[in-house]
C-alpha cells in the first residue's frame, strides 16, 4: 500500500483483504475461520485506525495484528485439511496449482513458526526487521527461523518432486 | 552469521513458490462497491428501497403475509390470523393495522425506556395465531416518574428520538434523518463513500443514495416463518448471540437495535437485525448492512460475519443487519461499541423490555417495574485509558509513573513519556500460557467491556506461578476492575485493573488474562 499519505481504511482493505486472507489460509486457518481471522484483524486494525496510520509500516502493523488474532484463534484446532476449488491434477507435468498445493502440504507439515516466517517473508514481503516487529520476536530469531524453514520446505518431499 | 540469511535464489524460489501456494486459494474479494454518483431518479429506487427495508426489519412482514402464496388463495374462509407487529408505530397506526386484520383493540401503558407513544408490542405478542375478533392490546410507551431508564447522562431524548427517526425512515413512514455530507457504507466488508458534495442535493438524495446501495447489493427478504420485533438499548451480547461484531465504537454512543426473531421458537432473543448507534447532537456518519441472503450464499461470503453470528443468523433464515453510526460534530468517532453505562445499571432496563415485550409466547409480561441497583461508578481512570488504548487520545493518562503488572506480578514502571509509546506497555512473562508479548493496551483497544470496581470475574491466569497479591502494592487507589460483557470462555477473558489518583491519572495497571 502507497503510503505517501495516511492511508484510509477504505484503500486499505481494498488493497489488502485478499492478500490477507490468503495468508491466513496458509497460516493454517480453514477458509471460514480464515475469514473470521481477517474480518477480526480488520476490526482491530480499524479500531486502531490512527495508530496504523502513524506507523512506520501500516501493512507490518496490521499484519502483526493479524499474526496475534491468529494465536488467539488456535483454540479451533486445524486438521490439516487443504480445502481448494479444484482438485490437483495428477498424472501431469506439475502445475502451478499443484505446485501450490504442495508448497501448501508442506506448510501444514511445519510448526506454526516456521509457518508463520514464510508467509510473512515470502509472502507478505515483509522484511526480517518488519517480520521480527510483526511476530515480536528478535530479528536474529527471524533468520534463524527463515533458514529452517527455507530448509523445511525445500527438504520437503511433495515440493521437491517439482523441482 | 551470515549462514542465516537464505541466498537470494532460495528467496526468489521461496516467492515463487508461496505466491503459487496463495494462487490456489481463491479470495473471492466481494469486490468494491461503488456508489451511484448521482441520484437521477431516486423516487423509485427510494421507494424499493424501503420496501425493501421495510419487508426486512419490521412491519412489512404481517403485510407480506397477506401477499404472499399461501392458504388464503385457496381457503374459502380464514378463521385465525397472524398478528402482525407494530412496533415503533404510533398507537392510532398500531390500532388501524390490527384492526384491519379484523381485530379488536385496546391499549394500555408500557413503562419502558423510549420516547413516549410508541406501540412496542402487543399481547398477544406478534407472530401469534389469533382468531378474529380477538382482542389485542398494544403496549404503548409511556414514562412516569418512577421509570429510571439511565440515560439522561448518557444520551437524551432527543438522541432516542433520533433512533426512532431512523427506523421510522428505515421502514418508509418518515423523513431522512440528517447526514454527513459523506457517509461512509460498508457492506458485507465492502466499504465505499457517499459524499453529499457528490450529489449535492441535500439530505434526501444522500439518503436515497445509501437505500441505492442497499436495494442494488443485498437480496433482502423477508421470510413468512420469521418474525420481525424491534428495541433499543441493552446489552450488546445480548442482542448479538453472544458475539460481539466488529462495529466502530461512539463514545456516547447509544444504540438503537432490530431484532429478528423467530416466531416458531420459544422466546430467546436472537440474532440482530439492524443496530443504529447515535451521540447527541450527531449526524449519520456511516451504515453498515451485513447481509446474508436465502441460498446463504452471500452469507457464508461475508467476511463480516463470524462464525457464531453467521450460524445465528442462518439459523433463522436469514435477514441482515445493518447498523449506522453517528459522529460527534461532523467527524466520526470511532471509539467503543456499547454504551458506557455500568452493565449493571444498564442490564435491569432491558431486561424489562426484553422479559415484558420481546419474547414471543412469553406470557408473565404485564409487570414494568424497573429494578433499581445501586452501583458505584468508578473513578474516570479506565475510560481515559481505554481512549487512549483505541487512539482516541494520544496522551496516555498517566501520572508521572505509572507501574505494569502482569498477573500481579510487577514488570516494570514507565514514565509518562514512555507510556505514550504503545510497545513500551508490553510485558512478557510465562503467564496463563500465553505467548509474548502481552499488552494491556492492545486488550483495551480490541474488545468491548463494562467496568466494575468489583473482583474480576470468571477464569483468569492462575496466579500459582506468580505472587498470590499484587508484588510490590501498587500505588493509587484500586479505581476499577475493567473486563469484557458477559460470560467468556476462559482463553477469552481478561481483565484490567486499574489504581489511579484522586484526579484520575493512573498510577499502576494490572493486566489479568484467562488461562486455556
Redesign the interface.
Known amino acids: 500500500v502507497d503510503v505517501g499519505g495516511p492511508i484510509s481504511f477504505h484503500d486499505f482493505v481494498a488493497a489488502r483483504r485478499a492478500s490477507l486472507f490468503r495468508a491466513a489460509v496458509l497460516l493454517g486457518f480453514p477458509l471460514q475461520d480464515a475469514e473470521d481471522l481477517v474480518q477480526s484483524t480488520l476490526t482491530k486494525a480499524l479500531r486502531s485506525w490512527r495508530a496504523v496510520q502513524r506507523a512506520d509500516h501500516p501493512d507490518a502493523y496490521v499484519y502483526r495484528i493479524l499474526i496475534n488474532t491468529a494465536h488467539d484463534q488456535r483454540k479451533r484446532h486445524w486438521r490439516g485439511e487443504i480445502p481448494t476449488a479444484a482438485l490437483p491434477e495428477r498424472h501431469e507435468r506439475a502445475s502451478g496449482h499443484t505446485t501450490g498445493i504442495a508448497v501448501r502440504r508442506a506448510l501444514a507439515a511445519m510448526s506454526k513458526d516456521h509457518r508463520e516466517v514464510l508467509v510473512l517473508r515470502y509472502f507478505l514481503d515483509l522484511s526480517e526487521r518488519d517480520t521480527a516487529e510483526a511476530l515480536g520476536v528478535a530479528l536474529g530469531t527471524v533468520k534463524s527461523r527463515t533458514a529452517r524453514a527455507l530448509a523445511l520446505l525445500a527438504a520437503d518431499e511433495s515440493v521437491r518432486s517439482l523441482r | ?1 551470515n ?4 541466498d537470494a535464489e ?2 526468489a524460489w ?2 515463487d ?11 473471492n ?1 466481494p469486490g ?1 462497491f461503488v456508489a451511484t454518483p448521482r441520484a437521477r431518479s431516486w423516487w423509485p429506487a427510494l421507494a424499493a428501497a424501503v420496501v425493501i427495508v421495510v419487508g426486512t426489519v419490521t412491519i412489512g412482514l404481517g403485510l407480506l403475509d397477506r401477499v404472499g402464496p399461501g392458504p388464503a388463495l385457496s381457503t374459502p374462509t380464514r378463521t385465525s390470523a397472524s398478528v402482525p407487529s407494530v412496533f415503533g408505530h404510533d398507537a392510532g397506526s398500531a390500532r388501524a393495522m390490527l384492526e384491519a386484520e379484523g381485530f379488536e383493540v385496546e391499549t394500555e401503558d408500557a413503562l419502558v425506556c423510549e420516547p413516549p407513544g410508541r406501540a412496542v408490542g402487543t399481547s398477544p405478542v406478534m407472530g401469534s395465531n389469533v382468531s378474529f375478533g380477538s382482542t389485542i392490546t398494544v403496549k404503548v410507551s409511556t414514562i412516569s416518574d418512577n421509570t429510571d431508564c439511565f440515560l439522561g447522562e448518557r444520551v437524551s431524548w432527543d438522541e432516542r428520538s433520533l433512533a426512532w427517526a431512523i427506523l421510522d425512515f428505515a421502514n418508509g413512514r418518515g423523513p431522512a434523518p440528517e447526514f454527513l455530507d459523506s457517509v ?1 457504507l460498508v457492506l458485507d ?1 465492502r ?3 457517499a459524499r453529499g458534495s457528490d450529489i449535492a442535493a441535500g439530505q434526501e438524495p444522500m439518503a436515497t443514495q445509501i437505500l441505492q446501495a442497499l436495494a442494488a447489493d443485498t437480496a433482502l427478504k423477508a421470510s413468512d416463518d420469521n418474525v420481525a420485533l424491534g428495541t433499543t438499548g441493552g446489552p450488546e451480547d445480548q442482542s448479538t448471540c453472544g458475539h460481539r461484531l ?1 462495529q ?2 461512539y463514545s456516547l454512543a447509544e444504540p438503537l437495535r432490530l431484532t429478528i426473531l423467530d416466531s416458531g421458537a420459544a422466546a430467546t432473543l436472537t440474532c440482530p437485525a439492524l443496530t443504529a448507534h447515535l451521540t447527541h447532537d450527531g449526524r449519520i456518519a456511516g451504515l453498515v448492512l451485513r447481509t446474508g441472503g436465502p441460498s446463504n450464499a452471500r452469507l ?2 461475508a ?5 457464531t453470528y ?1 450460524k445465528c443468523v442462518r439459523s433463522m433464515g436469514l435477514e441482515a443487519w445493518a447498523q449506522v453510526f453517528v459522529s460527534q460534530g461532523g467527524v466520526p468517532q ?1 471509539v467503543k461499541t456499547e454504551p458506557e453505562v455500568p452493565a449493571e445499571i444498564h442490564r435491569p432496563c432491558f431486561q424489562q423490555i426484553g422479559g415484558g415485550l420481546l419474547r414471543p409466547g412469553q406470557s408473565s409480561h404485564d409487570t414494568y417495574e424497573l429494578e433499581q441497583t445501586e452501583v458505584s461508578v468508578p473513578s474516570p481512570g479506565w475510560r481515559d485509558l481505554t481512549k487512549y488504548a ?2 482516541v487520545t494520544t496522551e496516555p493518562p498517566v501520572a508521572a509513573e505509572v507501574e505494569l503488572y502482569l498477573g500481579g506480578q510487577f514488570m516494570h514502571t514507565l514514565t509518562r513519556e514512555q507510556a505514550s509509546v ?1 510497545a513500551n506497555w ?1 510485558m512478557c512473562a510465562a503467564y496463563a500460557q500465553r ?3 502481552m499488552n494491556a493496551l ?1 486488550v483495551l ?2 474488545d468491548g467491556r463494562l467496568v466494575s470496581t468489583g473482583e474480576p470475574q470468571g477464569c483468569l491466569g492462575s496466579l500459582s506461578e506468580l505472587p498470590a497479591k499484587l508484588n510490590p502494592t501498587p500505588t493509587g487507589t484500586l479505581s476499577a476492575t475493567i473486563q469484557p460483557v458477559g460470560k467468556r ?1 476462559c ?2 477473558n481478561w481483565a484490567v485493573q486499574i489504581w489511579a489518583n484522586a484526579d484520575g491519572t493512573i498510577r499502576a495497571v494490572n493486566l489479568l488474562l484467562g488461562d ?1
Do not use: H, K, N, V
Open positions: 552469521m549462514s542465516l540469511r537464505p532460495s528467496e521461496a516467492r513458490l508461496m505466491q503459487q501456494a496463495a494462487d490456489t486459494i481463491d479470495a474479494p468494491t461512509e466488508s466499504f465505499t463513500t466488529g466502530p465504537d457464508l461470503q467476511p463480516a460475519l463470524s462464525t453467521r470511532l483505541r487512539g504503545e508490553e505467548s509474548c508479548p492492545t483497544a480490541g470462555a482463553t477469552d486455556p
